[in-house]
């Protein structure tokens, strides 16, 4: 049985619609577990600075619905340091915090696993990013809704873009992932997406001008994942200008938009079986994993592999965009 009686729970990194969801399950599965628990503010920042409250199951009412964290979130140089993670532990001390649960991407995976092997910390993982690109997980908090937004853009966009007889690239979040360029594309209809998995392989925007994009439409959406590998939608519509001149091209940016709003249902649910799932590791003296969801099963990810192995993108649905786009 575990000997955990009090637990600490933050965000960090970006935020991520759902977060919300996942305080208020991780919040009042603890408690029904005869666990107390602490809210962190501003992520690792407020475990080094001190910013610490007492969590009942009030402070989590009517909070599911909610994008963005109540507990805010924030990057923390401090944390990196050896001298700030111990700052970090004598808080947890003088809180009498034994177990640590971090809602976010791998930057805040990798801070935690370092702090559990440098002071014996049980630390819990839940997978909050919009960018979907920890490997171990069918799906991270945040996604679904990231993507619902995209797709809810690139709408409105076409409307423009076929009055127009236009060009359009649309640039979307992911980082170094196409997970939100390649299937907001395949759900919006969009001709084609460029993602940095494939940068190196093939000239993305020259395949996509052989596969003759107006063969038998007037207007087109091309989703950009912004990224240095891809150089973001602003390098290829100056590229279609100096190559392809004769085209009407035009750049939308959708940038944090795509972090806000109200969680979907999937997300809710994901958040909440996800943070369950977390009280349910530490009650099994499961340490510095990430709970994740296979197959829609909750399993339990090492830190090293969430983060260390790359999350592949599946090829067979870029053959599905290219075969739908004709």
């Not at 590791?281 to 709970?291: G, P, S, T, Y």
Request: one cysteine or more.
């Amino acid at each position: 049985m575990s000997t955990v009686k009090c637990i600490g729970i933050l965000t960090s990194g970006g935020d991520a619609p759902g977060m919300n969801a996942a305080i208020r399950a991780v919040t009042r599965s603890a408690i029904y577990n005869g666990l107390s628990v602490k809210g962190i503010y501003r992520g690792f920042r407020g475990l080094v600075a001190d910013e610490i409250v007492d969590f009942k199951s009030q402070n989590v009412s009517n909070i599911i619905q909610m994008g963005g964290t109540i507990l805010k979130t924030a990057r923390c140089k401090e944390f990196m340091t050896p001298e700030g993670r111990k700052a970090a532990y004598e808080t947890m001390q003088r809180h009498n915090i034994d177990a640590l649960i971090i809602i976010g991407g791998d930057g805040s995976l990798t801070g935690a696993r370092i702090f559990a092997q440098e002071y014996d910390v049980p630390c819990i993982g839940l997978p909050g990013t919009i960018d979907n690109d920890l490997y171990g997980t069918d799906t991270t908090i945040g996604y679904d809704t990231a993507l619902n937004t995209i797709i809810d853009a690139v709408d409105k966009i076409r409307d423009t873009a076929t009055s127009h007889d236009r060009l359009f690239f649309v640039e979307v979040m992911g980082r170094d992932a196409g997970f939100l360029a390649l299937n907001g594309a395949i759900a919006s209809g969009a001709e084609a997406a460029i993602i940095p998995e494939f940068s190196t392989e093939v000239d993305q925007l020259e395949e996509f001008i052989k596969n003759g994009f107006r063969k038998s439409k007037n207007s087109s959406i091309v989703i950009v994942a912004e990224s240095d590998l891809t150089g973001g939608a602003m390098h290829y519509a100056e590229r279609v200008k100096n190559e392809y001149p004769q085209y009407d091209v035009r750049v939308t940016i959708l940038g944090h938009v795509q972090r806000g709003g109200r969680p979907t249902a999937h997300d809710r649910i994901l958040a909440s079986r996800l943070g369950a799932a977390a009280i349910d590791a530490l009650m099994e003296d499961q340490r510095n994993v990430m709970i994740g969801i296979v197959n829609d099963e909750i399993v339990y990810v090492p830190f090293s592999r969430a983060i260390k192995n790359d999350k592949p993108v599946k090829r067979q649905l870029v053959n599905v965009l290219r075969e739908l786009s004709i």
